[in-house]
Every structure is written in C-alpha cells, then in structure tokens.
C-alpha cells in the first residue's frame, strides 16, 4: 500500500509564507508526476503546481511568481513553497502522485489527505 503524508499548513498573515511537504512511503518503484491541488469551502477542486519527475512544472496563473513546486526523487517528496500569500490562497492543498509499485510495476494514483492553509490578519 502506498501512502501520501502532506504537512506544513497553517495560519499565515497576507504576504507571508509557508512550505508544504508531500512524502510518499510504502512499496514504491518509481513517482512519476506529482502535483498539488487546492479546495476552497464551496469551490471546485483545482490544479495549483505540477512537476513531471524531469522537473518540468507548470502553475496555474493565479500563482504564477509566488509559488514554486519542487520535488526530491530520492526522498519520493514534492514540496510547494508559498511566497506571498494573498487571503484567496485560503483552501485545503492536497498532494496527488503516479506511483509505480515496486513488485507489480502497475501505477495508480494517490491523493494525500490535505492540509489546511488559511491566510488572515
């Protein structure tokens, strides 16, 4: 079984930031693409970062210049670093990742089980 652990949220003031963290354990062969996703109360899900395992990324435009997606293929861990942090970036982000399982080299898709980011003076 494959596990995504996602931790890093909290409470930030407007302009400051945070970085959230996604480890991925268990029988792991490889990760392919990894990305985070955000949840608004009442909103849609929606794509915030993703990075293919080359380290191609691609944003969505609302945070195109603040936030950056990296990853650690050797720690199979994606990181979201958030710079200026504006109230609407207020959701819960959620990781999500292509894994390979070692043993039967299948790839399935995991989601982790999100942490909240709220943004408030």
């Known amino acids: 079984q494959v596990q995504l652990v996602e931790s890093g949220g909290g409470l930030v003031q407007p302009g400051g930031s945070l970085r959230l963290s996604c480890a991925a354990s268990?029988?792991?062969?490889?990760?392919?693409?990894m990305g985070w996703y955000r949840q608004a109360p009442g909103k849609e899900r929606e794509l915030v970062a993703h990075?293919?395992?080359?380290?191609?990324?691609n944003y969505a435009d609302s945070v195109k210049g603040r936030f950056t997606i990296s990853r650690d293929n050797a720690k199979n861990t994606v990181y979201l670093q958030m710079n200026n942090l504006k109230p609407e970036d207020t959701a819960a982000y959620y990781c999500?990742?292509?894994?390979?399982?070692?043993?039967?080299?299948?790839?399935?898709?995991?989601w982790g089980q999100g942490t909240q980011v709220t943004v408030s003076s």
């Open positions: 999500n990742a292509d894994v390979t399982y070692a043993v039967s080299r299948y790839t399935n898709n995991y």
């Open positions: 990075i293919t395992y080359g380290g191609s990324t």
């Open positions: 268990g029988s792991i062969f490889s990760i392919g693409a």
